[in-house]
């Protein structure tokens, strides 16, 4: 249990730095003139090729015995894709079945975000960086 604890602290200090990452990289690119469709597509892979190392190399270090690869990095990238939309659906869903949220939208963000907080580590401890039994 205490290991599950450590990860989820990780993988939560993951995603903060991932945030960061997201959106130094987002203005960089708008600031340089790209539009914000593409450049919310590339700050999007840069975070989450951030959390893809981040997670490897302190989340669940030592439950990784294989080398990183391209093929790993593309199954976090939608795994974590997948979180995204289950994100981005909970919170449509929430928005629209709640008369509490509709006037306080930040909690259609805040459960979006736990709900898919929640699926983005359960299919990358138990999915992506399972140890090898």
Known sequence: MRVLGRQS???AVSG???LVVDTTVLY???FAGMGFAVARGLSFVAAATF???FN???TFAGTVPVPPSWREW???LVAMGLGGLVNYGVSLWSHQA???VRAWPVF?????SAVGMVFNFVSARYLLFRAVR
């Not at 259609?108 to 979006?112: I, K």
């Open 9 to 11: 602290w990780r993988f």
């Open 16 to 18: 903060v730095l991932g």
């Open 28 to 30: 960089l690119l708008m």
């Open 51 to 53: 959390t893809w190392w």
């Open 56 to 58: 490897r190399r302190y």
């Open 74 to 76: 593309g199954r976090y």
């Open 98 to 100: 709640f008369d509490l």
């Open 108 to 112: 259609a963000l805040a459960l979006g």
